[in-house]
């Protein structure tokens, strides 16, 4: 299953797009990282089938194990491509919030109750998609509390 990263604004050469690369390089699935304009761009074509993930705050917090779990199942559902979409520096929309489980993305998701910057997200969630591939491979990178 293809892991499909997509993110508003671009990240450049910075610590945090470093960082980002940094965990990208040791996910073992295939994995691709998407940037798109503040505003506008167009999203690209999802492999089908696909799931959707919106990362926003108000989203549930899922824990690295349950995270695992998912991405596994759907891995096992079949599912082509697994996409986490990241908004611009205002997050997502009311309507994408809204649509979620209506036809829009299929899970909302967050890293917290805090508010985090959308260029921090990228490589907390690289960080995550290696840990959940190593939990769901018995690698004993994650070590469960």
């Given at each position: 299953?293809?892991?499909?990263?997509?993110?508003?604004?671009?990240?450049?050469?910075?610590?945090?797009?470093?960082?980002?690369?940094?965990?990208?390089?040791?996910?073992?699935?295939?994995?691709?990282?998407?940037?798109?304009?503040?505003?506008?761009?167009?999203?690209?074509?999802?492999?089908?089938?696909?799931?959707?993930?919106?990362?926003?705050?108000?989203g549930r917090q899922f824990?690295?194990?349950?995270?695992?779990?998912?991405?596994?199942?759907?891995?096992?559902?079949?599912?082509?491509?697994a996409r986490f979409m990241?908004?611009?520096?205002?997050?997502?929309?009311?309507?994408?919030?809204?649509?979620?489980?209506?036809?829009?993305?299929?899970?909302?998701?967050?890293?917290?109750?805090?508010?985090?910057?959308?260029?921090?997200?990228?490589?907390?969630?690289?960080?995550?998609?290696?840990?959940?591939?190593?939990?769901?491979?018995?690698h004993p990178y994650h070590?469960?509390?």
């Amino acid at each position: 299953m293809l892991l499909h990263i997509i993110a508003r604004g671009r990240i450049a050469r910075s610590p945090e797009g470093e960082l980002l690369d940094r965990y990208l390089k040791r996910v073992t699935w295939p994995v691709k990282h998407t940037e798109l304009p503040d505003r506008g761009g167009t999203v690209p074509l999802a492999m089908t089938p696909a799931r959707t993930m919106l990362l926003d705050e108000r989203g549930r917090q899922f824990s690295s194990e349950e995270f695992a779990a998912l991405l596994g199942r759907w891995r096992d559902d079949g599912v082509r491509e697994a996409r986490f979409m990241i908004g611009a520096a205002d997050g997502h929309g009311d309507a994408a919030r809204d649509a979620v489980g209506k036809g829009g993305a299929d899970v909302l998701i967050a890293f917290g109750a805090m508010t985090w910057p959308h260029m921090m997200a990228r490589a907390m969630l690289a960080e995550q998609l290696w840990r959940a591939t190593a939990i769901l491979s018995g690698h004993p990178y994650h070590r469960a509390g």
